[in-house]
């Protein structure tokens, strides 16, 4: 038993190893997991009630992000929209859905209302499974991977995010172009 025991601890450590070396990490712990941004200022369609809003802030706030309504920056979200779609066709018993969450956002310079990024669109999407005699339970799943999508279409709007860096005159620019979706 001491054996096996070695042996799945070096088969461990081998594996650890082998992920740092090809750069593998945890998301939000790497030394792209803060934005350089400093402060914005955060303006919702849904108010600041709203789950995604509320999404959002978090993820800035672990970002090292501060909300201030006077920012040199705002951080506009319209509304957001969801699309359902039924996957599986026919009278199976279990049924496949696809929900989708855009978020169209845009990231505004306040002083003179320059865009620096406009129209832009974070699109996330997941599948849940639901019977046809178990209407309770498909809201409940729905409702679960709604609050999944609000989470990940944060942490998207945070990646898109890191793409814009300060420069040495403190104006932030796109170190390069956001990638799209």
Avoid: H
């Amino acid at each position: 038993m001491k054996r096996r025991a070695f042996l799945a601890g070096l088969a461990g450590a081998g594996l650890v190893l082998m992920l740092a070396g090809c750069g593998f990490q945890l998301r939000g712990t790497g030394p792209g997991s803060t934005l350089t941004l400093g402060e914005l200022a955060l303006e919702s369609a849904g108010g600041p009630t709203s789950e995604l809003t509320r999404e959002i802030t978090q993820e800035l706030n672990s970002a090292g992000v501060t909300l201030n309504d006077q920012a040199p920056l705002r951080l506009n979200l319209s509304s957001e929209a969801f699309r359902e779609r039924e996957l599986t066709y026919g009278d199976a018993g279990t049924q496949e859905r696809q929900l989708t969450l855009t978020v169209p956002w845009s990231l505004q310079r306040v002083a003179d209302g320059a865009y620096l990024a406009s129209q832009e669109e974070v699109v996330v999407s997941g599948t849940f499974y639901t019977s046809s005699d178990q209407l309770l339970t498909r809201d409940d799943a729905r409702e679960a991977l709604k609050s999944q999508l609000y989470q990940n279409a944060a942490r998207r709007l945070i990646d898109r995010l890191q793409t814009f860096q300060p420069d040495s005159t403190r104006t932030v620019q796109p170190s390069s172009a956001a990638p799209s979706s």
